[in-house]
């Protein structure tokens, strides 16, 4: 059962912003999947069919969710990955839950109940990120309102904090905090370095910044590491001044897992 493991062992959720294309979707995922030979840890394929919460209305958003279901199956099916994407509205969650094993709460949307209940009601895993105007302890709520359907598969997600305009800080206390409710928390490495709206309508961001958001996590006891990444992250279609190249991922991994931040 995949939730039991990823209680038991660290694990990693990797993957494109949003879904692009086919092939690179399945670029990535031949990557991931090599990845998780090498080091025999669990990897979760992520992508987003819908990002309906870009900056600009100008902005990509994704295939929407006819299509994307399709393109996450066919991930699915050719890979034997396990597949993470986030739904924005309750009606979503049924459909999705067909072919991901894991639906994930965007972070802004945490405390929307009727999603929140959707989710809890596919019996699949939910993922939760933290609001960047909660506190870990604030996330009791929210992972209330998904146990409350009897689904005590959960996750909670970090991802940083508000710090003025554009900007977040990450507030590492937050991942015992939210270890406390019972239920294993992921540290969002790659958001948690985002400049929001802070490049003339688009995102900016720190990659440089990424390993070390995860090696901290590691030090506080995060059970899992969320990464995007992109074969180019310049010419990505989204969040790419965050997202990691594919051709570092496996250092970093190295690192991470095996302890040697040298």
Excluded at 43 to 55: E, G, L
Excluded at 65 to 89: S, Y
Excluded at 164 to 190: E, H, K, S
Excluded at 205 to 227: C, D, L, Q, T
């Amino acid at each position: 059962m995949l939730y039991q493991q990823l209680v038991n062992t660290p694990f990693i959720i990797a993957g494109p912003c949003v879904i692009e294309s086919q092939d690179l979707l399945f670029e990535i995922a031949e990557e991931l999947v090599r990845l998780q030979g090498i080091f025999n840890i669990p990897i979760i394929f992520k992508a987003s069919f819908d990002k309906a919460n870009r900056t600009s209305v100008h902005s990509f958003r994704g295939p929407g969710l006819k299509n994307g279901i399709k393109m996450l199956a066919r991930v699915k099916e050719k890979f034997q990955l396990p597949i993470i994407t986030d739904i924005h509205e309750s009606n979503q969650a049924a459909p999705v839950a067909e072919v991901a094993e894991i639906l994930q709460i965007p972070a802004f949307l945490c405390r929307q109940t009727d999603l929140l209940l959707a989710a809890g009601a596919t019996n699949k895993i939910v993922n939760i990120k933290k609001a960047q105007f909660l506190s870990g302890k604030d996330m009791a709520f929210p992972a209330e309102k998904v146990a409350s359907t009897g689904n005590r598969q959960i996750l909670l997600t970090e991802r940083g904090n508000m710090y003025g305009y554009n900007n977040l800080a990450v507030d590492f206390r937050n991942i015992p905090d939210m270890q406390a409710f019972g239920y294993p928390v992921v540290m969002d490495c790659t958001h948690a370095v985002q400049r929001l709206g802070g490049a003339d309508g688009k995102t900016g961001g720190n990659r440089e910044f990424v390993p070390s958001m995860a090696y901290a996590a590691k030090a506080f006891g995060a059970n899992g590491y969320f990464f995007e990444v992109h074969p180019d992250p310049a010419i990505a279609k989204s969040d790419g001044p965050n997202m990691l190249y594919l051709k570092d991922f496996e250092g970093i991994l190295e690192k991470l897992l095996k302890g040697n931040y040298s």
